[in-house]
């Protein structure tokens, strides 16, 4: 089924490591965090009565009655935040799985749910350290600190130590809760609605708010039960610490700003330009939905550029074009049709992509849907385009799956699922944008997903009820 083995392992270690493992392990002296948590303005009462009306206008009826173009738009961004974790958490229990059959060997079936993630991973990497490839150039040549277990995941260091069995990357974790990169989305939406209102903030000042929000959620022990950080994390924190971990606004932009303009122009980290950006851009979207796409597109881009210091064409293209889609659709724009356009972008391999996004849909549409051999060609097709997290592959597999289930938000969540891979960030990108298309024209999520999200659902559901996000 899964074609070229080798080069898929390869592309999973390349993913899920990063330079020099032994020394962002070390813990020489215990570090700690300045934190409090971040508390939320109370919204003004205009908007308590604003946003009271819109909310029972859309959630006691199935019937859209008075719906204006701004409750669309407002109803296609909270479905779309919601469908950003709800594809994430439906993941977790199988990320990073590259070998399909594991799911049913490991959970007896292909999952049609939430589950709690077992303690084992077939193929997780996380407690074979030392041995790690090297994800970034010049990390041995800097003096190291330590980092995960002292100024991240703070509990969570004998999991990437212990050498006693393959960890799961999200152990301990229980059904329908949400990993790393999309509770930073939420708490990113957070910070938005907390400091920004009424959508009038300079981008700048807004950046600088949710990044030091970030490193405050990062860097505090207890905000959050994952095991496993990314890359990006790891390699913005190493580098936080060489700059003298500054933690106000404005320190932190300069850091981030100044980060980016040197990594940038010097030779890429291959472990940056990958799916796992997209999840913290998200919101970036959504609040920016109302404005142009250009618009969108800078906001979204320049923040990413805080968190992913790349050249230009590594990682920016593909954003741009997974910006212009989401915010086309928010915006009432179909699915089918953006999706359709983004797969035949010389970005994703033009005229050659499409023709073989042709023949995969047309194999799948012999077998019924939810059918386990249509699910076959999806897990086929996606081996084909990208299972990994490398940008371009993922890319394409994600707007693969968001043609096929255009108008099927849980059909799209649940095969993006179950043909594993880079499955969370994958599927939270799709999520949001398949449940975007969802809210624009009207369709209710579903609501057992949305009832079984875990850790962030009280967050999510206070944020909805008193803000536009
Ligand atoms: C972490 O997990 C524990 C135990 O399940 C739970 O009580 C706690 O609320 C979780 N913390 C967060 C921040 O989700």
Same mark, same amino acid.
């Given at each position: 089924?899964?074609?070229?083995?080798?080069?898929?392992?390869?592309?999973?270690?390349?993913?899920?490591?990063?330079?020099?493992?032994?020394?962002?392990?070390?813990?020489?002296?215990?570090?700690? /965090?300045?934190?409090?948590?971040?508390?939320?303005?109370?919204?003004?009462?205009?908007?308590?009565?604003?946003?009271?009306?819109?909310?029972?206008?859309?959630?006691t009826?199935?019937?859209?009655?008075? $719906?204006?173009?701004?409750?669309?738009?407002?109803? /296609?961004?909270?479905?779309?935040?919601w469908?950003?974790?709800?594809?994430?958490?439906?993941?977790?229990?199988?990320?990073?799985?590259?070998?399909?059959?594991?799911?049913?060997?490991?959970?007896?079936?292909?999952? $049609?749910?939430?589950? /709690?993630?077992?303690?084992?991973?077939?193929?997780?990497?996380?407690?074979?350290?030392? &041995?790690?490839g090297s994800?970034?150039?010049?990390f041995?040549?800097?003096?190291?600190?330590?980092?995960?277990?002292?100024v991240?995941?703070?509990?969570?260091?004998?999991?990437?130590?212990?050498? #006693?069995?393959?960890?799961?990357?999200?152990?301990?974790?229980?059904?329908?809760?949400? $990993?790393?990169?999309?509770?930073?989305?939420?708490?990113?939406?957070?910070?938005m609605?907390?400091?920004?209102?009424?959508?009038?903030?300079?981008?700048?000042?807004?950046?600088?708010a949710?990044?030091?929000?970030?490193?405050?959620?990062?860097?505090?022990?207890?905000?959050?039960?994952?095991t496993?950080?990314?890359?990006?994390?790891?390699?913005?924190?190493?580098?936080?610490?060489?700059?003298?971990?500054?933690?106000?606004?404005?320190?932190?932009?300069?850091?981030? +700003?100044?980060?980016? +303009?040197?990594?940038?122009?010097g030779?890429?980290?291959?472990?940056?330009?990958?799916?796992?950006?997209?999840?913290?851009?998200?919101?970036?979207?959504?609040?920016?939905?109302?404005?142009?796409?250009?618009?969108?597109?800078?906001?979204?881009?320049?923040?990413?550029?805080?968190?992913h210091?790349?050249?230009?064409?590594?990682?920016e293209?593909?954003?741009?074009?997974?910006?212009?889609?989401?915010?086309?659709?928010?915006?009432?724009?179909?699915?089918q049709?953006?999706?359709?356009?983004?797969?035949?972008?010389?970005?994703?391999?033009?005229? #050659?992509?499409?023709?073989?996004?042709?023949?995969?849909?047309?194999?799948?549409?012999?077998?019924a849907?939810?059918?386990?051999?249509?699910?076959?060609?999806?897990?086929?097709?996606?081996?084909?385009?990208?299972?990994a997290?490398?940008?371009?592959?993922?890319? &394409?597999?994600?707007?693969?799956?968001a043609?096929?289930?255009?108008?099927?938000?849980?059909?799209?969540?649940?095969?993006? $699922?179950?043909?594993?891979? +880079?499955?969370?960030?994958?599927?939270?990108?799709?999520?949001?944008?398949? /449940?975007?298309?969802? #809210?624009?024209?009207?369709?209710?999520?579903?609501?057992g997903?949305?009832? #079984?999200?875990?850790?962030?659902?009280?967050?999510?559901?206070?944020?909805?009820?008193?803000?536009?996000?």
């Amino acid at each position: 089924m899964l074609s070229g083995v080798s080069a898929i392992v390869t592309a999973r270690l390349g993913c899920i490591t990063t330079a020099s493992l032994v020394s962002l392990l070390c813990v020489t002296k215990v570090q700690v /965090a300045a934190s409090a948590t971040p508390t939320c303005q109370r919204p003004r009462l205009t908007e308590v009565i604003q946003r009271g009306l819109t909310t029972q206008a859309t959630d006691t009826s199935n019937t859209m009655i008075f $719906t204006s173009p701004m409750d669309k738009l407002s109803e /296609a961004k909270q479905a779309s935040l919601w469908g950003l974790l709800i594809g994430d958490a439906l993941s977790m229990p199988v990320h990073w799985y590259y070998d399909a059959d594991d799911i049913k060997r490991d959970y007896g079936k292909w999952l $049609t749910g939430y589950v /709690a993630p077992r303690k084992q991973h077939p193929s997780s990497i996380m407690s074979l350290s030392a &041995t790690g490839g090297s994800g970034r150039s010049g990390f041995s040549t800097r003096r190291e600190e330590p980092l995960i277990g002292n100024v991240i995941l703070h509990d969570k260091l004998q999991y990437w130590t212990n050498r #006693g069995g393959s960890v799961h990357y999200h152990q301990g974790m229980s059904a329908g809760d949400s $990993t790393l990169n999309a509770l930073c989305a939420l708490k990113v939406c957070q910070t938005m609605t907390r400091v920004d209102p009424d959508n009038d903030l300079s981008p700048r000042d807004l950046r600088s708010a949710v990044l030091a929000d970030y490193v405050q959620f990062l860097t505090t022990p207890g905000t959050h039960n994952d095991t496993y950080a990314e890359s990006f994390h790891r390699a913005f924190f190493r580098d936080w610490i060489q700059a003298g971990k500054p933690v106000t606004k404005d320190g932190l932009i300069d850091f981030a +700003e100044k980060r980016h +303009e040197e990594q940038s122009a010097g030779s890429a980290d291959s472990q940056l330009a990958v799916i796992g950006a997209f999840v913290m851009a998200v919101p970036f979207v959504l609040h920016a939905a109302h404005l142009s796409e250009a618009e969108a597109v800078r906001n979204t881009v320049d923040f990413v550029r805080l968190t992913h210091p790349l050249p230009p064409h590594h990682l920016e293209p593909f954003l741009e074009l997974y910006v212009k889609v989401l915010h086309a659709v928010l915006n009432g724009a179909s699915l089918q049709e953006k999706a359709a356009e983004a797969l035949q972008s010389p970005v994703l391999g033009g005229s #050659g992509t499409w023709k073989r996004v042709q023949t995969f849909s047309s194999e799948a549409a012999g077998y019924a849907k939810g059918s386990d051999s249509r699910l076959s060609v999806y897990q086929e097709a996606v081996g084909r385009f990208g299972l990994a997290c490398y940008i371009k592959g993922s890319l &394409t597999s994600l707007f693969f799956l968001a043609h096929e289930f255009h108008d099927d938000m849980e059909g799209g969540v649940l095969t993006n $699922t179950n043909v594993g891979g +880079e499955n969370c960030h994958r599927g939270a990108a799709l999520g949001a944008l398949l /449940a975007a298309a969802a #809210g624009s024209t009207g369709k209710p999520l579903p609501q057992g997903l949305k009832d #079984g999200l875990g850790s962030a659902r009280t967050d999510l559901m206070a944020l909805l009820a008193n803000s536009k996000l």
